[in-house]
Structures are given as C-alpha cells and as structure tokens.
C-alpha cells in the first residue's frame, strides 16, 4: 500500500452545511471515509487531514513530503490567493492534485485562477465528492509511473 494525503483547505470542514446546492449534501467525514475505501482497492494507504489556517496546510504538505508518495489537496479559497501554499507545492518534490468539488470555471470570475495548479500534476473540478476519487484514480497511476 503506498501512503497518500489528501489534504483539505478552509471551509471544508463545513461541508453539507455550506452551500449544498454547491458543494453537495455529504460531510467531509463521509467523503473521508470513500475515500480511504476507494484508496484500499487501488493500493493506497489514504490518510486525510483538514486545516482552515494557510500555515496548517503548508506544515501538512512539508510532512507529507517525508512519508507519502503523493497528495490530493483541495486548497479551498487559498486556491486564488496563496503563493505561500503554491511554493509549499513545489517545494516537496511529490506529485500533486488540485481538487475542487465544484467547477470553478463556471464560477465567479476570481475563482477562474489558480495560483497552485502550474505546480499540480493535474487538477480536477467540477465533479463534487468524485473530484476527489478520481484524483485518486489518477493519482495512483501517476505513482506508478503510468
């Protein structure tokens, strides 16, 4: 099993509170807990974690950097905002992929631009909770050098 995080940005913790009609009606525990499932039937090891501060997120990613093979990272608002989150990501030398549940593209103007994705391997949107699983999907296979 290879060791990967997914890692959630602010807000998140929140979510089938926040904007349902957005960000759909399952809890973070609950996407959590597919995830883990999904990661076991494709060899990984999935261990999950949430910050709403810009320095959790980036003292999370520099330890991923010492045990996982690569992170899913949903950098939430920070997305369009941090270049301290953005050299976080290009400082670990791990495969990365930005996730977002909704599809930011059909979103307000401001949420078009992602300073984190030119430092991601790939990132997906749009798909809600399966933005995630398939970031796994593809994550792994990117593990595997495929």
Excluded at 13 to 24: A, D, K, Q, S
Aim: charged share 20%; net charge neutral.
């Amino acid at each position: 099993m290879k060791p990967v995080l997914v890692l959630h940005g602010p807000n998140l913790n929140l979510l089938g509170l926040r904007e349902p009609e957005v960000y759909g009606r399952l809890t973070l525990e609950e996407i959590d807990r597919r995830l883990v499932e999904a990661g076991r039937e494709l060899g990984l090891d999935v261990s999950t974690a949430q910050f709403n501060s810009e320095g959790g997120l980036i003292d999370a990613l520099h330890q991923a950097r010492l045990w996982a093979k690569g992170v899913v990272f949903n950098p939430g608002g920070y997305t369009h905002t941090s270049v301290a989150l953005r050299d976080a990501v290009s400082s670990i030398s791990l495969p990365v992929i930005e996730v977002h549940l909704s599809n930011v593209q059909a979103r307000e103007e401001f949420r078009r631009i992602s300073l984190i994705a030119p430092v991601c391997v790939g990132s997906i949107s749009g798909f809600g909770w399966r933005s995630y699983w398939l970031a796994l999907h593809a994550l792994g296979q990117v593990i595997e050098g495929k």
